[in-house]
């Protein structure tokens, strides 16, 4: 769509008219001779002298040309644009970084999937947090993979489809066979630091207890809780294990009480993947939209026709200048 952006310039039009009728014209003095039967010769020619000027008149192709070099440079002041069609934007109003457990313990084949085959743990996680990562819609998602430490993944980004791709990369053991619950909800906090949206989520992805970290998970809620994270747990363990697989059912459930989580436990793929429904359902937000359209500024041409018709007008006087002599 063609607009101007200061249609009210175009009352400018006018202005060349208005001062040509008020402005006096030019005067200029020139030396003229003196006789002395001066009014004998008027009388003879029947004409009466007076004061005055001569206002020679241009041509009428100068006046035209000089009339449309005025339009364009009006039009151009006017700042002629084309706008483009509507592009919406919308702009994240909820940080979810996901925790994943990579421990060694991740590699069980414990996990029933939907059509009753046997899967690993981390296989079933993958498969689920795939579909996951597809309903973010205006939220912005981080990954931070754990285990004897943690390190992020990927940084809070808008790019799903990265985030889909490195989860899929993820393997067991890549941070070590150990579980450092409370160090990931450490580096995690860190992470929202820079956060500047209002909420923050972070699902905790674990299927171990924490025996690894320099901070206690329960320290670690407390101060997730002062900086506004909400913390939600999901244990994908077995909770009868002991030992080094044990699950450690308290610390999870005091971790997302602590922050105004939840806590959920799947035993199979069709269970962990109702627990991200509900984490969904309980998470719901509005998603705010950016409405503009891009505008491209066209003010140069009228100012390159107004430059050519005054190249053309110049050249056709240097003609006739040339012509003349």
Known sequence: M???ANIWLFVLLPLPLVFRRLARPYREERPAVLVPFFDELAALSGQSPGDGAVVRAQPLARQIVAGLCWVLLVAAMARPQWVEPPVVKEVPSRDVLLGVDLSSSMDTED???ADGTKSSRLDAVKGVLDDF???????????????TAPFIQAPFTEDLETCRELMREAQ?????????????????????KDSTVKDKLLILLTDGNDSSSKLEPQKAAAIAKDDGIVI??????????VGEQ?????????VAAATGGAYYWAGDGPGL????????????????????RP??????????????????LLAGRIVRTRGAA
Do not use: N
Request: net charge positive; hydrophobic share 45%.
């Open 246 to 254: 044990k699950l450690d059912v308290k610390t999870l459930q005091g």
């Open 111 to 113: 996990f029933t999937t």
């Open 172 to 192: 067991v053991g890549m941070a070590g066979p150990k579980t450092a619950i409370g160090d990931a909800i450490g580096l995690a906090i860190t992470m929202f």
């Open 232 to 241: 939600d747990t999901v244990a994908v363990g077995d909770p009868t294990a």
């Open 295 to 312: 505008k491209v500024d066209l003010y140069d041409w009228p100012l390159a026709a107004v430059l050519v018709l005054s190249m053309l």
């Open 2 to 4: 063609f607009i101007f």
């Open 133 to 147: 990562l597809k309903r973010r819609k205006g939220d912005r998602v981080g990954l931070i993979f754990f285990g």
């Open 273 to 292: 993947e109702k627990i991200y429904t509900q984490i969904d359902a309980l998470s719901t937000h509005q998603i705010e939209t950016i409405r503009y």
